[in-house]
């Protein structure tokens, strides 16, 4: 999926405020979620397993995990980027239910859906997305991995730039070790 980050006309303007206020409201939305309640058992899996990894141990070899290994390791660069605490863990989620949205907005466009429908769905999206877990879960990563996937598939064959393409099996087998 390319984006135009052209922003000289006014229509270029318009669609980087809409996809960058999609962003906003869906990581926002998220982390206000994330905040509301834990669950021990379900919340802080891969906060351990993550911070294991960053302290150099690996999954599997030096620890056990019942899950892929592909949240705990992305978990384990938000912590090594912005510390070991609870707001970078749901920042990871916040940050994908941002990206999700933001490429379902994109494909809601490229439907050519009514701007107003496609703001509504999106909407919809966002707040069903990742909030109903609210931290890194592993079946809402592999869903969304496989939803990106599409999401540049159909993309490309709609505008025949095939050159994404090469991302597709990377972020299938990303979803297929969540």
């Keep these: ?3 135009n980050l052209n922003l000289s006309n006014l229509e270029n303007k318009y ?5 960058f206020l999609i962003g906003i409201v869906a990581f926002f939305f998220n982390f206000w979620v994330s905040n509301l309640g834990v669950f021990p058992i379900d919340t802080f899996l891969h906060y351990d397993s993550a911070y294991k990894i960053l302290n150099g141990e690996k999954p599997v070899k030096d620890f056990w995990i019942i899950h892929g290994i592909t949240l705990d390791y992305i978990q384990s660069i938000f912590f090594y980027f912005f510390g070991v605490n609870w707001v970078s863990y749901i920042s990871h989620s916040s940050f994908i239910n941002a990206i999700v949205s933001i490429m379902f907005l994109k494909l809601t466009k490229e439907l050519n859906l009514n701007l107003h429908y496609s703001i509504i769905l999106t909407l919809c ?3 069903l997305a990742y909030p109903v877990s609210g931290v890194p879960f592993v079946d809402h990563h592999s869903t ?6 599409f999401f540049i ?17 990377l972020i299938l087998g990303l979803a297929f070790f969540s």
């Design 144 to 149: 969304f991995l496989c939803l990106i996937s």
């Design 15 to 19: 669609n980087f405020i809409q996809y």
């Design 125 to 127: 999206f966002l707040t």
């Design 153 to 169: 598939f159909y993309s490309g064959l709609k505008k025949k730039n095939y050159k994404f393409f090469i991302y597709i099996p």
């Design 1 to 3: 999926m390319k984006f």
